[in-house]
Nanobody, 127 residues
Framework: AAQLEESGGGSVEAGGSLRLSCVGS?????????MAWFRQAPGKEREAVAI???????KYAESVKGRFTLSRDNAKNTLHLQMNSLKPEDTAMYYC????????????????????WGQGTQVTVSS
């Protein structure tokens, strides 16, 4: 089974930046996986924030476009999420997720399609 470990969360003021990292231990080649960052705020559904398909295609949620940048390093089994211009509404637990394969299901960002999850890292943005 895959193991995902997130790091980089913390507390910042609005307008600040954070960089999340996710290191994966995968049963197969890391480049074969659809990788994503999800977030879940209290009382809200878990939502996809940024997705990296196995072919390198990246998709962002509308709410983070222009502020967040997703990158992956297949050689290091690592997924990064650079978060700039943070807003209080970005406050949430952020989760790294993975599933082998790619294509339309990956880009849909449905949490039910991802079988591997990290424990999460908290991001808190104060106004």
């Amino acid at each position: 089974a895959a193991q995902l470990e997130e790091s980089g969360g913390g507390s910042v003021e609005a307008g600040g930046s954070l960089r999340l990292s996710c290191v994966g231990s995968m049963p197969n080649n890391y480049r074969l996986y659809c990788m994503a960052w999800f977030r879940q705020a209290p009382g809200k559904e878990r939502e996809a924030v940024a997705i990296s398909d196995s072919d390198g295609t990246i998709k962002y949620a509308e709410s983070v476009k222009g502020r967040f940048t997703l990158s992956r390093d297949n050689a290091k089994n690592t997924l990064h999420l650079q978060m700039n211009s943070l807003k209080p509404e970005d406050t949430a637990m952020y989760y790294c997720a993975a599933e082998q394969g790619g294509g339309s299901w990956c880009m849909n960002g449905d949490r039910g399609d991802f079988g591997y999850w990290g424990q999460g890292t908290q991001v808190t943005v104060s106004s």
